[in-house]
């Protein structure tokens, strides 16, 4: 037995030495992590699966590791670390983990990069508002090469929830209320972080979260209850985790919430059989924030053993600051409730990210305070955010083509958010700082000079009662001669644990608007938000509406820009926008039911109270000039499963300006051996036109676009009628049919 520890000790020393001059066979990774796993004692083991954080949490915000932890580090029990960046802070953890620890496994570095570490670029929903993957791919790769010259090599991003309830305040962290748009993004995140090569020193490691179903919430309130069928779960929200999976993600985290009884964090069904037997995934899932710790209030586990017992059994491989793994890991192993193979299983994937990430071979290359120095909100991560922004603005409403505003007019900026330079950073925004951020007052003034009239008051608070305010902004406005009125939400009114029960502007922002108004100047509404809001009053009133949601610090250069014609919006809704919080969940893509809406009989699925139709739908977004759908047509009636369909539609740029249009592809299944939603996005397109050019668009259905779980649960077409629809949201398309057969 000696002997053969000793040939496999030599062997091994032999590799850690000479890393360079070994075959590339020797150097697979699996035979790596094998001859790492061989020398592990349990407790380095157990080390590997724990993650804590800096003293972050503790309200210092700093970096440093919290008392006792380096001494961990050194003995090789802490795996990980989140909150802790900067090249000389990890620098120096490294330093004790591949110095002083036995084995010398290096540290990896996570932290919440969800839209942006220093550079702050728009949030994941006003991104998701461009309908361009490629775009939202350049910025998760700006935001990878900027936050890994700071010794980060892992991100909790992409958060891929689908979102159907705005009350919700995480809907700001997603992509919306679609699987197949969520999809793309998902996807296009992952391979801007990942990039081609996850051992280069300017990429990092995805996480795919929150794992899942987390936005399917009861009622929208954070944590809640998850209850919905498995057929649900599946198509639309598993939908997007599949395609992140698929294309390459290193890393999931489990969501705090139960599905149907079960918490994630504890979901064998979820973290083994989907994700590992279906999806054959080979990274490795971190939990949420104490996710295990909270099996207790959930009421499956008695005690944070058997918390441990049941997460680690589940397939839950990395315990964030929970505690339960190094305190109860070894008790368990030695009484049988945890197995060794269990275990190594877990460690295994751990280290299979972190030999991907090339973190063995060079555990320092994350940590060079040069490219720092360089990197670190430079001019080109300015500009990436600012092509950003510019895209994820929704025009929402342009009476009398009123926009783009002329930049010889006298201008009133109105409104609690006109000049904050805080609330454009959204929430999550890491290490953003308001001081770097371009308000919407700003914006306007450096587009305009001196040459025009600015005149600003903020005429009340985001949240308050008071209405002092309202006097000289009433008078602003009497003195100009367009009001640009910019209201909203702060930023810490959406993202964690902000669940809102109305969805109605706050405060007194809607009377400030009713009183401007009454001055008789047109109103132009600039919306910074976290969520889809019940704007009625604003609907009805303003010559104009944006919706720019939160964009990073340059926004008020975007918003700028887009107000004066420099930029025509392109954006489009990625959620619906109820007129009601009472319609709440509304979504576009619904099932029929057995008595749809019928304005002539009353005995059907309505609200009695009020008008039943959204504010805006999914998928809406106007333009400065005006694109004209035609001969939408279809490269036959039928065809078979082997087959596919083109399907093409003529777009026309029919007004005064060059734009961009997503041209959306909806198909709906007439009859399924299960019901079916009304409609569903299948595919999209953003194209640019010339004024007065038009462009033939062509799509190409296959039986893959129509697969779903059907009556036993089986992810198949089924032949049969369906229809298709094309056009520039989910309610105004030209629509025609075909039939699917065997
Ligand atoms: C939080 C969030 C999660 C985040 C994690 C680490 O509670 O739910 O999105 O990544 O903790 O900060």
């Given at each position: 037995m000696k002997a053969k520890s000793t040939i496999i000790f030599l062997l091994l020393f032999f590799l850690f030495t000479q890393k360079n001059v070994l075959p590339q066979s020797v150097k697979n990774i699996e035979q790596r992590i094998d001859s790492v796993l061989a020398l592990m004692t349990q407790e380095e083991k157990i080390g590997q699966l724990v993650q804590f954080t800096g003293d972050w949490d503790t309200g210092t915000h700093s970096t440093e590791p919290k008392a006792g932890k380096k001494e961990l580090v050194a003995e090789g029990k802490i795996g990980s670390f989140l909150n802790i960046f900067g090249a000389d802070m990890t620098r120096g953890l490294q330093k004790i983990a591949v110095?002083?620890?036995?084995?010398?496994i290096p540290l990896i570095f996570g932290l919440d990069v969800i839209h942006g570490f220093r550079t702050t670029f728009p949030v994941p929903i006003a991104e998701a508002s461009s309908w361009e993957p490629a775009l939202v791919e350049k910025s998760a790769r700006m935001q990878a090469i900027e936050v890994s010259a700071s010794g980060?090599?892992?991100?909790?991003?992409?958060?891929?929830d689908i979102a159907?309830?705005?009350?919700?305040?995480?809907?700001?962290?997603g992509s919306g209320e679609d699987p197949v748009l969520g999809a793309a993004m998902a996807v296009a995140r992952v391979k801007g972080y990942q990039?081609?090569?996850?051992?280069?020193?300017n990429t990092i490691a995805a996480c795919l979260k929150?794992?899942?179903?987390?936005?399917?919430?009861e009622g929208g309130r954070d944590y809640n209850t998850v209850d919905f069928s498995e057929r649900t779960f599946r198509e639309v929200y598993l939908k997007p985790f599949k395609a992140a999976v698929d294309a390459g993600a290193a890393t999931l985290m489990a969501s705090f919430n139960e599905i149907g009884g079960v918490p994630s964090s504890a979901n064998h069904h979820l973290?083994?059989?989907?994700?590992?037997?279906?999806?054959?995934?080979d990274g490795f899932v971190v939990s949420d924030w104490n996710s295990i710790g909270e099996l207790i209030p959930h009421g499956v586990a008695k005690d944070l053993k058997q918390a441990a017992e049941l997460a680690l059994n589940a397939g839950l491989d990395m315990d964030m600051e929970s505690n339960a793994y190094t305190k109860h890991l070894s008790e368990l192993l030695a009484e049988g409730k945890v197995s060794g193979k269990t275990l190594d299983e877990s460690v295994r994937r751990i280290l299979r990210i972190k030999f991907r990430l090339g973190l063995f071979d060079d555990?320092?290359?994350?940590?060079d305070a040069e490219r720092e120095k360089k990197t670190i909100l430079n001019q080109e991560m300015k500009d990436a955010t600012y092509d950003v922004a510019k895209k994820s603005i929704v025009l929402l409403k342009n009476e009398k083509e009123?926009?783009?505003?002329?930049?010889?007019t006298k201008i009133a900026v109105i409104?609690?958010?006109?000049?904050?330079?805080?609330?454009?950073?959204?929430?999550?925004?890491?290490?953003?700082?308001?001081?770097d951020v371009v308000s919407v007052l700003q914006g306007i003034k450096n587009k305009c000079g001196d040459k025009v009239k600015i005149l600003f008051e903020e005429?009340?608070?985001?949240?308050?009662?008071?209405?002092?305010?309202?006097g000289k902004a009433i008078q602003a406005a009497k003195e100009a001669d367009v009001v640009v009125l910019v209201l909203g939400e702060s930023?810490?009114?959406?993202?964690?644990?902000?669940?809102?029960a109305t969805l109605d502007l706050p405060g007194v922002q809607e009377e400030l608007a009713k009183e401007i108004y009454k001055t008789g100047k047109p109103i132009i509404a600039v919306l910074m938000n976290g969520r889809p809001l019940t704007i009625n009053w604003l609907n009805e009133h303003a010559a104009a509406i944006l919706e720019t949601w939160f964009l990073g610090i340059r926004a008020g250069d975007a918003i700028a820009d887009v107000l004066f014609g420099d930029v025509n919006p392109s954006g489009k809704l990625p959620v619906t926008f109820p007129?009601?919080?009472?319609?709440?969940?509304?979504?576009?893509?619904h099932k029929n039911t057995?008595?749809?809406?019928?304005?002539?009989?009353?005995?059907?699925?309505?609200?009695?109270?009020?008008?039943?139709?959204?504010l805006y739908p999914f998928g809406y977004g106007l333009s400065y000039t005006k694109f004209v759908y035609e001969n939408?047509?279809?490269?036959?009636?039928k065809f078979s499963k082997k087959e596919s369909l083109q399907v093409s539609v003529e777009v026309k740029n029919d007004g005064k300006y060059d734009g961009e249009e997503v041209v959306q592809l909806y198909v709906r299944d007439?009859?399924?051996?299960v019901t079916r939603p009304v409609k569903e996005l299948k595919s999209f397109q953003k194209i640019f036109l010339k004024k007065g050019e038009t462009k033939k668009v062509e799509f190409t259905l296959t039986e893959e676009d129509l697969k779903f779980y059907n009556l036993d649960m089986n992810f198949v077409s089924e032949p049969g009628m369906f229809k298709v629809f094309v056009g520039t949201n989910s309610v105004e398309c030209l629509e025609n049919e075909f039939e699917l057969t065997e």
């Amino acid at each position: 037995m000696k002997a053969k520890s000793t040939i496999i000790f030599l062997l091994l020393f032999f590799l850690f030495t000479q890393k360079n001059v070994l075959p590339q066979s020797v150097k697979n990774i699996e035979q790596r992590i094998d001859s790492v796993l061989a020398l592990m004692t349990q407790e380095e083991k157990i080390g590997q699966l724990v993650q804590f954080t800096g003293d972050w949490d503790t309200g210092t915000h700093s970096t440093e590791p919290k008392a006792g932890k380096k001494e961990l580090v050194a003995e090789g029990k802490i795996g990980s670390f989140l909150n802790i960046f900067g090249a000389d802070m990890t620098r120096g953890l490294q330093k004790i983990a591949v110095e002083k620890s036995r084995l010398k496994i290096p540290l990896i570095f996570g932290l919440d990069v969800i839209h942006g570490f220093r550079t702050t670029f728009p949030v994941p929903i006003a991104e998701a508002s461009s309908w361009e993957p490629a775009l939202v791919e350049k910025s998760a790769r700006m935001q990878a090469i900027e936050v890994s010259a700071s010794g980060i090599n892992w991100t909790f991003n992409p958060m891929v929830d689908i979102a159907r309830d705005p009350r919700w305040g995480r809907i700001v962290e997603g992509s919306g209320e679609d699987p197949v748009l969520g999809a793309a993004m998902a996807v296009a995140r992952v391979k801007g972080y990942q990039g081609n090569d996850l051992s280069a020193n300017n990429t990092i490691a995805a996480c795919l979260k929150h794992f899942a179903g987390y936005g399917g919430a009861e009622g929208g309130r954070d944590y809640n209850t998850v209850d919905f069928s498995e057929r649900t779960f599946r198509e639309v929200y598993l939908k997007p985790f599949k395609a992140a999976v698929d294309a390459g993600a290193a890393t999931l985290m489990a969501s705090f919430n139960e599905i149907g009884g079960v918490p994630s964090s504890a979901n064998h069904h979820l973290l083994t059989e989907i994700l590992r037997d279906e999806w054959k995934f080979d990274g490795f899932v971190v939990s949420d924030w104490n996710s295990i710790g909270e099996l207790i209030p959930h009421g499956v586990a008695k005690d944070l053993k058997q918390a441990a017992e049941l997460a680690l059994n589940a397939g839950l491989d990395m315990d964030m600051e929970s505690n339960a793994y190094t305190k109860h890991l070894s008790e368990l192993l030695a009484e049988g409730k945890v197995s060794g193979k269990t275990l190594d299983e877990s460690v295994r994937r751990i280290l299979r990210i972190k030999f991907r990430l090339g973190l063995f071979d060079d555990p320092y290359k994350y940590c060079d305070a040069e490219r720092e120095k360089k990197t670190i909100l430079n001019q080109e991560m300015k500009d990436a955010t600012y092509d950003v922004a510019k895209k994820s603005i929704v025009l929402l409403k342009n009476e009398k083509e009123f926009l783009p505003l002329k930049k010889e007019t006298k201008i009133a900026v109105i409104g609690p958010l006109a000049n904050s330079t805080a609330d454009p950073l959204g929430p999550w925004n890491q290490q953003g700082d308001a001081k770097d951020v371009v308000s919407v007052l700003q914006g306007i003034k450096n587009k305009c000079g001196d040459k025009v009239k600015i005149l600003f008051e903020e005429g009340c608070s985001i949240t308050g009662k008071e209405t002092d305010g309202f006097g000289k902004a009433i008078q602003a406005a009497k003195e100009a001669d367009v009001v640009v009125l910019v209201l909203g939400e702060s930023l810490d009114m959406s993202g964690e644990a902000r669940a809102r029960a109305t969805l109605d502007l706050p405060g007194v922002q809607e009377e400030l608007a009713k009183e401007i108004y009454k001055t008789g100047k047109p109103i132009i509404a600039v919306l910074m938000n976290g969520r889809p809001l019940t704007i009625n009053w604003l609907n009805e009133h303003a010559a104009a509406i944006l919706e720019t949601w939160f964009l990073g610090i340059r926004a008020g250069d975007a918003i700028a820009d887009v107000l004066f014609g420099d930029v025509n919006p392109s954006g489009k809704l990625p959620v619906t926008f109820p007129k009601y919080v009472g319609q709440v969940p509304m979504y576009y893509n619904h099932k029929n039911t057995g008595r749809p809406y019928n304005p002539k009989d009353n005995y059907t699925s309505y609200y009695a109270d009020y008008d039943n139709s959204p504010l805006y739908p999914f998928g809406y977004g106007l333009s400065y000039t005006k694109f004209v759908y035609e001969n939408l047509k279809l490269s036959a009636k039928k065809f078979s499963k082997k087959e596919s369909l083109q399907v093409s539609v003529e777009v026309k740029n029919d007004g005064k300006y060059d734009g961009e249009e997503v041209v959306q592809l909806y198909v709906r299944d007439l009859v399924g051996s299960v019901t079916r939603p009304v409609k569903e996005l299948k595919s999209f397109q953003k194209i640019f036109l010339k004024k007065g050019e038009t462009k033939k668009v062509e799509f190409t259905l296959t039986e893959e676009d129509l697969k779903f779980y059907n009556l036993d649960m089986n992810f198949v077409s089924e032949p049969g009628m369906f229809k298709v629809f094309v056009g520039t949201n989910s309610v105004e398309c030209l629509e025609n049919e075909f039939e699917l057969t065997e």
